[in-house]
Nanobody, 116 residues
């Protein structure tokens, strides 16, 4: 069974950058569409970005031009580069994996806090 483990969260000042990583166990990572969700306190979980097996990316309007999702299949890893961070980006960020006819995979989440 594929498992997802996020890392790279932390505290950063407004305008700063962070890179989140999500490492997947198992040899079928390349067959999954990967993505990142986030959930801020008191708010529902929202989709941040996705990347297909072919490398097509999609972003929430709130992060376009600031965040970049990428994947390295040889390392079974997906990344979320976050630049120009704002306080409203503060949330727990979750890595997800989707594959046809398979249950959605979720990581355990990593906290990102943007504050001065």
């Amino acid at each position: 069974q594929v498992q997802l483990v996020e890392s790279g969260g932390g505290l950063v000042q407004p305008g700063g950058s962070l890179r989140l990583s999500c490492a997947a166990s198992g040899s079928i990572f390349s067959s999954y569409t990967m993505g990142w969700y986030r959930q801020a306190p008191g708010k529902s979980r929202e989709l941040v970005a996705t990347i297909t097996t072919g490398g097509t990316t999609n972003y929430a309007d709130s992060v376009k031009g600031r965040f970049t999702i990428s994947r390295v299949n040889a390392k079974n890893t997906v990344y979320l580069q976050m630049n120009s961070l704002k306080p409203e980006d503060t949330a727990v960020y979750y890595c997800v994996g989707d594959r046809l006819l398979r249950p959605r995979l979720w990581g355990q989440g990593t906290q990102v806090t943007v504050s001065s």
